[in-house]
Structures are given as structure tokens and as C-alpha cells.
């Protein structure tokens, strides 16, 4: 595939036109630049794009809230009493797992402290918690604070998995090393399965592996790796995952969150959790006076009835989703990416370098690309050309094109802009 990408826009116009996923870029509202052009837009990692949709979705709801008011709850063309388990099958699929593993609640940093309060259950010996150094900082915030509440220090009790000297990603062998050195002190590692700042893919499977062998709970953060990468989070083996709807699933600013248990913990009422009147068994829910009963699988973290409205964005971008498998998905995502690194590439080493892995398999659609004797400025002035990057301190551009609605002929427009502002 490498060798066949051209640096002309008629290659690049080539590809949209035999893309199987075209038609998708005008279901999704491009955001435009000061002249009204489409912006070429790379932060779907950040925040997705609307699809075109979503407003009618968030209307029913609103409407059935005006017509039928409480009695929505049963009598909305979407009832709203069961309204997550519209969600459930699709967000399975997207991210390789069982319904009965899968759902939709809360935020992404509360399901993080809500699935640590079960599978952090530390002891005097057992008790420190393994990231990566450059976790995402709500995620590193949150298992901090999970250590001191157990009334454990910080700093002692945590594990940084880090890269080399003069490197950026991760190895596992370094991992491993960690692994034998600290397996059995460590209760939990928890891991940004796609990793924010590099866009390093890890191997879920060979982690969880891992960690099981030295007798550690293990989950991911997805919110970089959902709707961006397989992530066959069942067969991973993994104890808990958590993930952000707002990234590469689309569903708006701050909506909900998804989350992640698997099976094996489906029917453990023993599992210590923080629960309210949606973890109960529905059938008896509103009998209200009964004792706590369990709700078996992921349904069973729930505390709260959900808001709708958050759902129903949720439910038209899902829609979307469910008519394009994540494999297709990712077809086109593997080859649009691999032609913005091949034009970075061909900018010259001394220009431009890609932190992101070369690999395929060890990366989504995000590449992190740092370019020579650069700063901030650069950022600005790719916006002010009309191309939307996303700039981390203290030196790097991530640029996410989505296969959704990102195209090869954006992806020749930023880099022939890049190379004008570079010159
Ligand atoms: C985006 C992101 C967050 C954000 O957390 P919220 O609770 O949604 O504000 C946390 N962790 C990771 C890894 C992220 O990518």
C-alpha cells in the first residue's frame, strides 16, 4: 500500500472518488473557516464532528418531553426507561465486547473511580497501581486520589511505566521488567489503551495477560482507541474498560460516557461498587421498598436514571456506526493515515518528525508529529491557513483524520499548507 501513495492532489482526488465511505463526509457538519470553506479539520480526536442527525434525534426526545411529560418514561417512541439498552448492541460492537459487557452511563473520569472502587480493593502489600508516565491527567488525577483515599501515599504507591532516554514510546519488555520487579505489590494497572499524546496502540491482550500472571486487576482507558481502533476489549481479557463518547464516537461535547466489565465479573454480587436504584433488577426497581438486588453485567454499575437527551446524541451517531462495521471503518482509516505520513515523510527527517508508531498495528488514526524549531505559532498559523490541529505542549501537533468524514484530498491540503507555512 506504502509504495503506491503519490504527492499530486489528483491522486489524492483519486482516492475520494473510490472511497466506499464518501458519502459519509455530508452526513457530518464540517465547521468552516473565516472565508466559509470547509475547515480541514484534524481534531476529531478532541471532539467529533456532528452528524447531520443528531438534532433531529435530540429533538424527538424533546418533543416527547413537551407532549407526554413524565409519561415519556414508558410512552415516548423511544422510552426512555429503557433508553440505554438502545445503545448497548452497537457500542458492543465498536468496541469487540458483549452486550451483557457493555454500557452507557455517567462521565468518563466518574466510570474510572466508579470501576476502581471494584477492582482497586488494595491490601497492606498489594496495593500500587501501574500507569504509563504520560497517562492523560484526569487519569492520573483519579488513581492518585483512589490512593490516598485508601490512605496510601501518592508518589510511593504508584508505578510509572516509561518510555527510554531520547525515546517516546513505550516497550514491553521495559513493562515486563516493571512486572517482575513490582508484580506483587501492584493491585492494579491501568493503561490509556491508545496513549493521547503518542497515539501508541498497546496490545490489550498481552497486558492483561501480564498482569493476570502476577495476580493484578487490569483495565483501559479507550477514550482515544473507541470508534478509532478494534479494540476487541472481550477477548483482551481485561477486568474493566472506560471511554469517552465525544472523540472518535461523535456524540457531542461532555455526553456520556461508556464502560466496560467483563463477563467473568457479570453475576459477582460480592464485587465491592458504589450502587443507587438503577444497579437494582429492573423488574422489581420501582417496587421501591424491596431490598437491593443486584443487576447482573455492566448494567449493574449504573446509579442514576440517565439524561436523554446526552442518550439520544449518543444514539444517531451509534446509528451511523451500526450501518459501517469498525473494520471498514478502519480499512480507510489505516490507508488515510498512512498517506499523511507518507507526505510528512516526504517534508524531509530534518523537518518533521513522527512520534506516533510507523506500524499500523500500533496505531489508530492520530499521528503526533513534531516539527523542527517550532512552537505554538504554528498551530495558529495552520488555522489561520483553514486546518484545525490540536498543539500539546511542550512540542507536538496531533492530527487525527477520521474516516468518517476526513479525506485524502484534506489530508494533501494540509500538507501542501504545512509546507507553505515551513518555507
Ligand atoms: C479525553 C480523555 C479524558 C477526559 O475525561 P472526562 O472525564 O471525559 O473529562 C480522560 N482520560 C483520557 C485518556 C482521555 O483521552
Request: overall charge neutral; charged content about 20%.
Amino acid at each position: 500500500m506504502l509504495c503506491s501513495y503519490q504527492s499530486t492532489l489528483e491522486f489524492a482526488l483519486e482516492q475520494d472518488q473510490n472511497d466506499v465511505l464518501k458519502s459519509y463526509r455530508d452526513k457530518f457538519h464540517i465547521p468552516q473557516d473565516k472565508h466559509g470553506k470547509d475547515l480541514i479539520y484534524m481534531t476529531g480526536n478532541s471532539l467529533g464532528l456532528q452528524p447531520k442527525q443528531t438534532k433531529a434525534y435530540v429533538n424527538q426526545e424533546l418533543d416527547d418531553w413537551a407532549k407526554l411529560g413524565v409519561e415519556g418514561h414508558t410512552q415516548a417512541k423511544n422510552a426512555w426507561l429503557p433508553y440505554h439498552e438502545f445503545l448497548t448492541n452497537s457500542m458492543a460492537k465498536i468496541v469487540g465486547a458483549k452486550p451483557i459487557e457493555v454500557v452507557v452511563m455517567n462521565t468518563l473520569t466518574a466510570n474510572l473511580h466508579f470501576m476502581m472502587v471494584s477492582f482497586y480493593q488494595p491490601t497492606k502489600t498489594r496495593y500500587k497501581i501501574l500507569i504509563e508516565s504520560d497517562a492523560f491527567p484526569s487519569d492520573k488525577y483519579a488513581v492518585e486520589s483512589q490512593l490516598r483515599h485508601h490512605g496510601f501515599n501518592e508518589k510511593e504507591g504508584l508505578i510509572l511505566w516509561k518510555p527510554r532516554k531520547n525515546e517516546a514510546l513505550l516497550r514491553y519488555d521495559d513493562l515486563e521488567l516493571l512486572m517482575q520487579k513490582h508484580g506483587n505489590e501492584i493491585a492494579l494497572i491501568m493503561i490509556g489503551g491508545v496513549n493521547y499524546y503518542t497515539g501508541q496502540f498497546f496490545d490489550l491482550k498481552r497486558i492483561t495477560k501480564l498482569g493476570h500472571q502476577y495476580g493484578c486487576k487490569v483495565g483501559f482507558d479507550c477514550a482515544h482507541g473507541a470508534g478509532n481502533v478494534v479494540l476487541n476489549l472481550h477477548d483482551s481479557g481485561a477486568d474493566f474498560a472506560v471511554w469517552c463518547t465525544y472523540k472518535y464516537l461523535n456524540s457531542g461535547p461532555g455526553s456520556l460516557a461508556g464502560c466496560f466489565v467483563h463477563e467473568r465479573h457479570a453475576y459477582n454480587k460480592k464485587l465491592n461498587r458504589f450502587t443507587g436504584w438503577w444497579s437494582h433488577d429492573k423488574e422489581t426497581r420501582f417496587n421501591m421498598r424491596d431490598a437491593f438486588n443486584q443487576l447482573a453485567g455492566a448494567e449493574g454499575w449504573q446509579l442514576s436514571n440517565p439524561p436523554i437527551l446526552s442518550m439520544a446524541a449518543i444514539k444517531a451517531s451509534l446509528d451511523l456506526f451500526s450501518e459501517v462495521s469498525m473494520e471498514t471503518l478502519t480499512k480507510k482509516s489505516k490507508k488515510l493515515t498512512g498517506y499523511l505520513a507518507f507526505l510528512l515523510e516526504q517534508l524531509g527527517k530534518d523537518v518533521i518528525h513522527i512520534i506516533t508508531p510507523k506500524d499500523e498495528q500500533h496505531r489508530g488514526c492520530q499521528l503526533s508529529i513534531q516539527v523542527k524549531n517550532s512552537n505554538q505559532s504554528l498551530h495558529s498559523k495552520l488555522l489561520e491557513a483553514g486546518v484545525l490541529t490540536d498543539w500539546r505542549e511542550p512540542n507536538v501537533i496531533r492530527c487525527a483524520p477520521v474516516p468518517f468524514y476526513n479525506s485524502f484530498e484534506d489530508i494533501y491540503n494540509m500538507v501542501a499548507i504545512l509546507k507553505t507555512i515551513l518555507n
